[in-house]
């Protein structure tokens, strides 16, 4: 196939295929006799899939998985492609975690959830449930975004409901992409009359992206799945018709 072929093929133009095949993401084409480029069908499935991947995760995040992907074994390509599809639901989950403590919130009610029994939570045991470091929850202390409930002399922190919700939300605004100074608005503004619906708002927009990135992982899936069989074969493409 030639370049203008996969673009055609792929949707992409000729310069991003060309870029495209540069930063990794496909295989290198083979090289006919007067030197043009030859593209196999693996590269248009590649690049489709790239496109589902980077709805998904990213474009960064879809150059290196796709990269990774012809590198390693059968397996690690599979289980790279899993981790997207967990990432997503992780995603969603604690959208629907900031949900719930959002209502909570709104009814002065313990927050329901990931909680231990007996509703306090030590800052290691939050920030695994958040999938945050600790020095995440620290700044966001600093920033008066989530206070513990209480700190030891020890300097340990015990987190109790309010701000485990606090938390939920605060770290499901992060995610979906507002700064320090718009996610203590809107913490503030959960006192405010209006307050919690636009919060609540807010976090359904996050819901539908996620499923929008989700279905758009789901419709490169048969693409993914032929970059992922051809894992561990090597980069080599027939020379082919004279392309450009």
Same mark, same amino acid.
């Given at each position: $196939? ?118 306090? $939570? ?64 809107? $913490? ?57």
């Amino acid at each position: $196939m030639r370049t203008v072929d996969v673009a055609r093929e792929s949707g992409y133009s000729v310069q991003q295929v060309r870029d495209l095949e540069r930063l990794g993401v496909i295989p290198p084409a083979g090289r006919s006799g007067n030197g043009y480029r030859s593209y196999a069908p693996l590269h248009v499935r590649a690049l489709r899939a790239y496109r589902g991947l980077a709805a998904a995760a990213g474009p960064v995040a879809a150059r290196r998985t796709l990269a990774g992907l012809r590198s390693g074994t059968l397996t690690e390509a599979a289980a790279a492609v899993n981790a997207v599809h967990v990432g997503l639901a992780r995603e969603r989950e604690e959208a629907l975690h900031a949900l719930e403590a959002l209502r909570a919130i709104r009814a002065e009610a313990d927050a329901p959830g990931f909680e231990r029994e007996g509703g306090a $939570m030590t800052i290691t045991e939050l920030a695994g449930a958040l999938g945050v470091r600790t020095s995440t929850l620290r700044f966001w202390e600093q920033e008066g975004l989530v206070l513990p409930e209480r700190v030891t002399s020890l300097r340990a922190r015990r987190y109790g409901p309010p701000a485990i919700g606090a938390a939920r939300i605060v770290a499901a605004l992060r995610s979906s992409g507002y700064g320090i100074p718009a996610v203590r608005e809107v $913490m503030g503004s959960l006192d405010r009359r209006g307050g919690p619906e636009e919060t609540e708002r807010v976090l359904g927009r996050r819901l539908e992206q996620i499923a929008a990135r989700t279905v758009g992982l789901l419709r490169a899936g048969a693409d993914l799945a032929a970059v992922v069989a051809s894992a561990g074969e090597p980069d080599v493409v027939p020379a082919g018709a004279n392309a450009t």
